[in-house]
């Protein structure tokens, strides 16, 4: 395989990994259920090594484990690990949005308001896909404000290591429409100077999903999960 076959391969393989994560956040690949290589390859009409590849990827995200004698499947965060994840996810945000210098500028407004709108479009028209991805695109856009980029990666990569709690939200409308209507309540708060209304709209945005999945696990499960 020369340079360019390699580099296509790659591109490639990370469009495979992308629509699979999609899947895991929207809910369409369960945890604990099993990536065959030979499904996926058909599936997205890859050779094999970039369905391995791409699912490499999303080892590294730590969105999919490979169980002995059962290849890879999708990761199934424990509600402790949950609950244990949120909690720092809790303080690292409040953190971040305690930092952010207020009032921001027209054109901080601006670029959130822009993003949001595209959020709210894509719910309007249930494209779960592009909600999550623009959703992603607003809280890395309001965070990143704060200025400390060591934060900033903190947050980015607890909230990816996360994604697969939302599997139980993401997809649901009245979830969608509540972070919808989050987002924007957080861009007033901005607007208004108002620190301690955007700390606790952070604080309470990340609660929906973490009870959703932890409720859905120990329903399906049992308790002893």
């Known amino acids: 395989m020369d340079g360019a076959e390699r580099q296509a391969s790659t591109a490639r393989a990370r469009q495979v990994a992308q629509a699979l994560e999609e899947d895991i956040v ?8 099993r990536l065959i290589e030979e499904n996926l390859a058909a599936r997205f009409e890859v050779k094999r090594h970039v369905v391995r590849e791409a ?39 409040t953190l971040a949005a305690q930092q952010i210098p207020l009032p921001p500028g ?14 709210s479009a894509a719910v309007d028209r249930m494209d779960s896909r592009a909600a999550f991805r623009t959703n992603i695109a607003f809280h890395n856009a309001l965070f990143g404000i704060c200025g400390n980029p ?3 990666e903190l947050i980015r990569n607890l909230a990816q290591k996360a ?15 509540k972070a919808k209507e989050d987002h924007g ?18 604080r309470d945005h990340l609660k929906p999903s973490r009870d959703a999945y932890i409720a859905a696990l120990e329903q399906r499960f049992g308790k002893a999960v």
């Not at 027209?106 to 959020?119: D, R, S, V």
């Not at 994604?163 to 979830?175: F, L, M």
Request: net charge negative; glycine share 6%; with cysteine.
């Open 26 to 33: 929207l809910g369409w690949l369960q945890p604990r259920e």
């Open 55 to 93: 699912i490499a990827e999303l080892e590294r995200m730590g969105l999919v484990e490979r169980v002995q004698n059962k290849g890879a499947t999708v990761r199934m965060l424990s509600p402790t690990d949950v609950r244990q994840i949120y909690f720092v996810r809790e303080a690292l945000e």
């Open 106 to 119: 027209p054109e901080t407004l601006a670029a959130l308001t822009e993003i949001h709108e595209q959020h």
């Open 150 to 152: 060591h934060l900033i």
């Open 163 to 177: 994604h697969g709690v939302r599997s139980y939200t993401a997809a649901d409308p009245g979830h969608l429409a």
């Open 185 to 202: 309540a957080m861009i007033e708060a901005l607007r208004a100077s108002d620190r301690e209304r955007l700390v606790q709209l952070c």
